[in-house]
């Protein structure tokens, strides 16, 4: 039984549009959310988090949105460079829990 | 400064034998994790660790031990490998709550022919 869902397996945009990104949980105690960038050869890095008081976090072009009642978020990825191409990681864990549960990843290709 | 490290790299080992992988950190951090990645299945934790001298087991630990002689460093042990556990893996630390930030290693890839 997969708890966190990520919708696409692989995403292609161009240079300039807003990449999004679409994950889903299942466990209702889940309350922070937060996305891993991963680069080819390395180990993923966190990129941006949010946790389930919020419905928004931003940091620079990356976006989160959150809908708590859906139990679904997605990362917005405005401007797309293709220096973004890379896997993102969707997961999730509860305040009091010692691991993150993942999901499969999207694989962002940025066309020039 | 690399500040979660892994030994070796690359490893290529046959059926049946004894493979260590290795994993160091420098954040002082509590836990630590072994994951494994494999195309399809994303990151799945394997086995993880609180504290010097504590092992637990992840989703997926069979076929699998660990240990965690120091705070820094922290072992994964597959004593019989087979094919099946051809993959990528990797070692990250962490502070002591699951909403903390995990910081991981460059990761392992190992074959096992």
């Known amino acids: 039984q997969q708890q966190v869902r990520q919708s696409s397996q692989s995403l292609t945009v161009w240079e300039g549009e807003t990449a999004i990104l679409n994950c889903s949980y299942e466990?209702?105690?889940?309350?922070?959310f937060p996305w891993y960038q991963q680069f080819p050869g390395e180990g993923p890095a966190l990129l941006i988090a949010i946790r389930s008081v919020s419905d928004k976090k931003e940091d620079g072009r990356f976006t989160i949105f959150f809908n708590k009642r859906e139990k679904n978020l997605s990362l917005h990825i405005k401007d797309s460079q293709p220096g973004d191409s890379a896997t993102y990681f969707c997961a999730a864990s509860g305040t009091n829990a010692y691991k993150v549960i993942f999901g499969k990843g999207t694989h962002l290709h940025v066309l020039p | 400064e690399a500040a979660v490290t892994q030994s070796p790299r690359n490893k290529v080992a046959v059926t049946g034998g004894k493979v260590t992988l290795s994993c160091n950190q420098t954040?002082?951090?509590?836990?630590m994790y072994w994951y494994r990645q494999d195309t399809g299945h994303g990151l799945r934790l394997i086995h993880y660790?609180?504290?010097?001298?504590?092992?637990e087991k992840g989703d997926i630990p069979d076929g699998y031990k660990a240990s965690r002689p120091s705070q820094e460093n922290f072992s994964l042990i597959l004593e019989l490998a087979t094919p099946s556990q051809t993959s990528v893996y990797f070692c990250?630390?962490?502070?002591?709550?699951?909403?903390?930030?995990?910081?991981f290693g460059p990761g392992t890839r190992l074959t096992v022919l």
């Open positions: 466990n209702s105690a889940f309350d922070y």
């Open positions: 954040n002082n951090h509590n836990n």
């Open positions: 990250a630390s962490g502070d002591l709550q699951g909403d903390a930030e995990q910081f």
């Open positions: 660790s609180y504290g010097a001298g504590s092992t």
